[in-house]
């Protein structure tokens, strides 16, 4: 009885500590719960006796086991290098640098307990880092490093930490035993992951087939999953368990949906039942640590090893020290990455120190950290107690905290915006602005930072994300159909949002023209590659590429006249459409002569042409690509996917299939609009006057949408 009332009170703090951060905003939820479980331990003499095993399983199988789900794979595969790098070698680093400084500050703590807390010290939050990715300028390339470098170095970084408490407890640390005990629990955690995640979506598919397809069952099941995964590989083989749920995420974000395509309200049921169960743990962790710093605090400051300044002292000293060490790691790799990508024929520029200290204080230590200091012994072999044990966890919890603070404070003064730091409970990270909504007087006092305009904006990305995830070989027409409605109306937000004289043309179409000319040089060198393979007719050739020649020249005089079309070029736009029109009612059921297939062919051909071009562009030329808006560079790479689909579906009747499958990626979509708007008015940075008006405009278009699926089938 006394286990449900603990698990009731912990729960109800929780959702106290969210709630207050709703008017808190600026305080991280983390700081909050933490506090309320520091008043209630203080208030109620609350002692907790944390039981290492079923804490790891509890805590860290689920958590981890969803990072792995949501982390993109395309991603960690084109940075494994780095990632690996970062992950291991840096853990590694931090782990030896800080635990020889810390013995040599504080000799009375054994060298395999500072090895420990530096170990654990060394992960940090992958959730934090996703959402400071929103609103700090940094290199794409170095997010998705620091972000996938999150992901792994739980693993490395446990892996370090459960050594160093072996160590510890036993008073023996053999070097060959490590290596060899490290390969085997490596090697065994990865195929227990592997095999375990591959039987496991086998059945699940068995049970859909076998018409099986309740969604509480399903869901369940996957809930289960990671515990599943980690008992076996740790319990009962003795590997990694950490390793092995890790490996078990990523193989179950990058399996093929067969439950999503057949059931496709089953991944927003297990979706939003993961944001429960991460929401509830993460929260409760660092209840756990409000709960267990009056303990550590009362030892430490009872304890002769060290006084209460010397403990903060330590604190401080350890922040620095693992701040400093992954500074220069992140500098060094951002040297590197410029020495191989700079063009000889520029002056060579030092990359910004600026860069590489942001993403040194983003690293956020969170739930991970916890979770390893919170499940150190209490007892050594001897029987007598863990070296330093209060000492540990007061400098660990002391880190936490400090990194979250030093984030929140830090982060403004140095990137000139507002930054709420995250952590696995919190709801995803938004953009942040100073604007408020014109159209919301009476709410004028909340804290609403996006624009009505800016809101669409974010709502509409995250159904196009929704929509990226589901897009396989199989629906390519559909969902790049799809995505290319949602960039025009991006498109056309981001518009309403640039500011520019009436003299000059607006960044963003600036940004759109310089793009659709790299991809138009692309398209006229495949339109002579054809040629030249004698794939084309000379007529074809000299047609087409008189088209693309003045569309060109339409962009160079639109860039040089703040972005207006002259005259000539809008009449011959019109003329082209006008033409394009004619030809298709000419053609009508003659889809199978060589002229229309000549025209398939490239239109293909040269829409892969124009994305093969502007996709060496920006990876030859990062320092140029970083100059171009991400939504714009995207909107012209569907562009591109669009038209070859489009070529490739040309001539076959749109069938049920097709339908079917726009329908349902149009309910997905619609549905993590509305997730989207729930999000931006949870963490108040929209009215509830404005989520209404966005909730009403989501329901329009569904219902617009219903309409006409209606009048189809009629």
């Given at each position: 009885?006394?286990?449900?009332?603990?698990?009731?009170?912990?729960?109800?703090?929780?959702?106290?500590?969210?709630?207050?951060?709703?008017?808190?905003?600026?305080?991280?939820?983390?700081?909050?719960?933490?506090?309320?479980?520091?008043?209630?331990?203080?208030?109620?003499?609350?002692?907790?006796?944390?039981?290492?095993?079923?804490?790891?399983?509890?805590?860290?199988?689920?958590?981890?086991?969803?990072?792995?789900?949501?982390?993109?794979?395309?991603?960690?595969?084109?940075?494994?290098?780095?990632?690996?790098?970062?992950?291991?070698?840096?853990?590694?680093?931090?782990?030896?640098?800080?635990?020889?400084?810390?013995?040599?500050?504080?000799?009375?703590?054994?060298?395999?307990?500072?090895?420990?807390?530096?170990?654990?010290?060394?992960?940090?939050?992958?959730?934090?880092?996703?959402?400071?990715?929103?609103?700090?300028?940094?290199?794409?390339?170095?997010?998705?490093?620091?972000?996938?470098?999150?992901?792994?170095?739980?693993?490395s970084g446990l892996i370090s930490f459960k050594y160093a408490v072996a160590a510890a407890v036993s008073g023996a640390f053999v070097l060959r035993n490590a290596v060899r005990d490290f390969a085997y629990v490596t090697v065994v955690g990865l195929l227990v992951g592997f095999i375990l995640i591959t039987c496991i979506n086998a059945l699940r598919r068995w049970l859909l087939k076998q018409?099986?397809?309740?969604?509480?069952?399903?869901?369940?099941?996957?809930?289960?999953?990671?515990?599943?995964?980690?008992?076996?590989?740790?319990?009962?083989?003795?590997?990694?368990?950490?390793?092995?749920?890790?490996?078990?995420?990523?193989?179950?974000?990058?399996?093929?949906?067969?439950?999503?395509?057949?059931?496709?309200?089953?991944?927003?049921?297990?979706?939003?039942?993961?944001?429960?169960?991460?929401?509830?743990?993460?929260?409760?962790?660092?209840?756990?640590?409000?709960?267990?710093?009056?303990?550590?605090?009362?030892?430490?400051?009872?304890?002769?090893?060290?006084?209460?300044?010397?403990?903060?002292?330590?604190?401080?000293?350890?922040?620095?020290?693992?701040?400093?060490?992954?500074?220069?790691?992140?500098?060094?790799?951002?040297?590197?990455?410029?020495?191989?990508?700079?063009?000889?024929?520029?002056?060579?520029?030092?990359?910004?120190?600026?860069?590489?200290?942001?993403?040194?204080?983003?690293?956020?230590?969170?739930?991970?950290?916890?979770?390893?200091?919170?499940?150190?012994?209490?007892?050594?072999?001897?029987?007598?107690?863990?070296?330093?044990?209060?000492?540990?966890?007061?400098?660990?919890?002391?880190?936490?905290?400090?990194?979250?603070?030093?984030?929140?404070?830090?982060?403004?003064?140095?990137?000139?915006?507002?930054?709420?730091?995250?952590?696995?409970?919190?709801?995803?990270?938004?953009?942040?602005?100073?604007?408020?909504?014109?159209?919301?007087?009476?709410?004028?006092?909340?804290?609403?930072?996006?624009?009505?305009?800016?809101?669409?904006?974010?709502?509409?990305?995250?159904?196009?994300?929704?929509?990226?995830?589901?897009?396989?070989?199989?629906?390519?027409?559909?969902?790049?159909?799809?995505?290319?409605?949602?960039?025009?109306?991006?498109?056309?937000?981001?518009?309403?949002?640039?500011?520019?004289?009436?003299?000059?043309?607006?960044?963003?179409?600036?940004?759109?023209?310089?793009?659709?000319?790299?991809g138009l040089v692309g398209e006229q060198r495949a339109l002579t590659q054809l040629w030249r393979d004698g794939r084309i007719l000379a007529d074809t050739y000299l047609a087409t590429r008189e088209r693309i020649q003045q569309r060109v020249e339409d962009i160079d005089r639109s860039l040089t006249h703040a972005g207006r079309r002259s005259p000539s070029a809008w009449l011959r736009h019109?003329?082209?459409?006008?033409?394009?029109?004619?030809?298709?009612?000419?053609?009508?059921?003659?889809?199978?002569?060589?002229?229309?297939?000549?025209?398939?062919?490239?239109?293909?051909?040269?829409?892969?042409?124009?994305?093969?071009?502007?996709?060496?562009?920006?990876?030859?030329?990062?320092?140029?690509?970083?100059?171009?808006?991400?939504?714009?560079?995207?909107?012209?790479?569907?562009?591109?996917?669009?038209?070859?689909?489009?070529?490739?579906?040309?001539?076959?009747?749109?069938?049920?299939?097709?339908?079917?499958?726009?329908?349902?990626?149009?309910?997905?979509?619609?549905?993590?609009?509305?997730?989207?708007?729930?999000?931006?008015?949870?963490?108040?940075?929209?009215?509830?006057?404005?989520?209404?008006?966005?909730?009403?405009?989501?329901?329009?278009?569904?219902?617009?949408?219903?309409?006409?699926?209606?009048?189809?089938?009629?």
């Amino acid at each position: 009885m006394e286990l449900i009332e603990s698990i009731m009170a912990m729960v109800a703090l929780v959702i106290l500590g969210s709630v207050i951060n709703r008017y808190l905003v600026v305080v991280p939820v983390a700081l909050i719960q933490a506090a309320l479980g520091l008043i209630v331990a203080l208030a109620f003499r609350i002692q907790l006796q944390v039981s290492t095993d079923w804490f790891m399983l509890l805590f860290m199988a689920p958590l981890l086991f969803n990072d792995g789900r949501h982390y993109p794979k395309r991603q960690l595969w084109y940075l494994r290098g780095p990632i690996l790098g970062n992950a291991v070698l840096l853990v590694l680093a931090s782990t030896v640098v800080g635990g020889y400084v810390l013995h040599w500050v504080a000799p009375g703590i054994p060298l395999a307990a500072t090895f420990a807390l530096a170990a654990i010290l060394s992960p940090t939050d992958l959730i934090a880092v996703q959402g400071l990715a929103a609103r700090i300028h940094l290199p794409k390339n170095v997010l998705n490093l620091v972000a996938g470098e999150s992901m792994i170095n739980d693993a490395s970084g446990l892996i370090s930490f459960k050594y160093a408490v072996a160590a510890a407890v036993s008073g023996a640390f053999v070097l060959r035993n490590a290596v060899r005990d490290f390969a085997y629990v490596t090697v065994v955690g990865l195929l227990v992951g592997f095999i375990l995640i591959t039987c496991i979506n086998a059945l699940r598919r068995w049970l859909l087939k076998q018409g099986i397809n309740d969604y509480a069952l399903h869901t369940a099941l996957q809930i289960l999953t990671p515990f599943v995964v980690y008992f076996v590989a740790d319990e009962l083989l003795h590997a990694s368990g950490v390793i092995a749920v890790v490996i078990a995420g990523l193989l179950s974000n990058g399996q093929t949906s067969l439950q999503s395509s057949v059931l496709p309200e089953l991944r927003l049921v297990s979706e939003r039942t993961w944001d429960i169960v991460v929401y509830l743990l993460n929260g409760i962790i660092f209840v756990l640590l409000g709960m267990e710093l009056p303990m550590a605090m009362g030892a430490t400051i009872r304890s002769e090893q060290a006084s209460t300044i010397q403990a903060l002292l330590l604190v401080g000293l350890m922040y620095v020290l693992l701040l400093v060490v992954r500074v220069a790691w992140l500098y060094g790799n951002l040297v590197l990455t410029a020495r191989r990508t700079h063009n000889p024929s520029q002056p060579w520029r030092w990359p910004s120190v600026q860069q590489a200290l942001v993403a040194g204080i983003s690293g956020v230590r969170g739930a991970i950290t916890l979770i390893g200091v919170l499940s150190l012994p209490a007892t050594v072999a001897s029987g007598a107690g863990f070296p330093s044990r209060s000492l540990i966890l007061f400098v660990a919890a002391g880190v936490v905290i400090l990194s979250l603070v030093m984030a929140s404070v830090a982060l403004p003064l140095i990137t000139r915006e507002r930054v709420v730091v995250q952590g696995r409970g919190d709801s995803a990270a938004l953009a942040a602005s100073d604007q408020n909504d014109d159209d919301d007087d009476d709410d004028a006092v909340v804290a609403a930072q996006l624009t009505y305009p800016e809101a669409q904006s974010y709502t509409l990305q995250s159904a196009v994300r929704m929509i990226e995830s589901e897009r396989r070989t199989d629906n390519q027409k559909p969902a790049l159909d799809l995505l290319a409605e949602y960039q025009d109306r991006i498109r056309r937000l981001a518009y309403i949002n640039a500011d520019a004289p009436d003299d000059a043309i607006p960044p963003l179409l600036a940004d759109e023209l310089n793009l659709r000319r790299i991809g138009l040089v692309g398209e006229q060198r495949a339109l002579t590659q054809l040629w030249r393979d004698g794939r084309i007719l000379a007529d074809t050739y000299l047609a087409t590429r008189e088209r693309i020649q003045q569309r060109v020249e339409d962009i160079d005089r639109s860039l040089t006249h703040a972005g207006r079309r002259s005259p000539s070029a809008w009449l011959r736009h019109r003329w082209r459409r006008v033409k394009r029109s004619m030809a298709h009612l000419r053609l009508g059921d003659r889809r199978a002569g060589h002229h229309y297939n000549e025209q398939l062919l490239v239109e293909k051909e040269t829409a892969k042409g124009g994305l093969k071009h502007l996709s060496a562009v920006m990876r030859q030329q990062p320092a140029a690509a970083a100059q171009y808006d991400r939504q714009m560079v995207y909107a012209q790479v569907v562009h591109y996917r669009n038209r070859i689909a489009s070529a490739k579906a040309a001539g076959q009747q749109r069938n049920t299939e097709y339908d079917d499958e726009l329908r349902r990626l149009r309910l997905l979509g619609f549905a993590a609009e509305r997730s989207a708007i729930r999000r931006l008015m949870d963490n108040g940075y929209i009215t509830t006057r404005m989520a209404t008006k966005l909730s009403a405009d989501v329901s329009y278009s569904e219902n617009a949408v219903n309409l006409a699926d209606a009048n189809d089938a009629s």
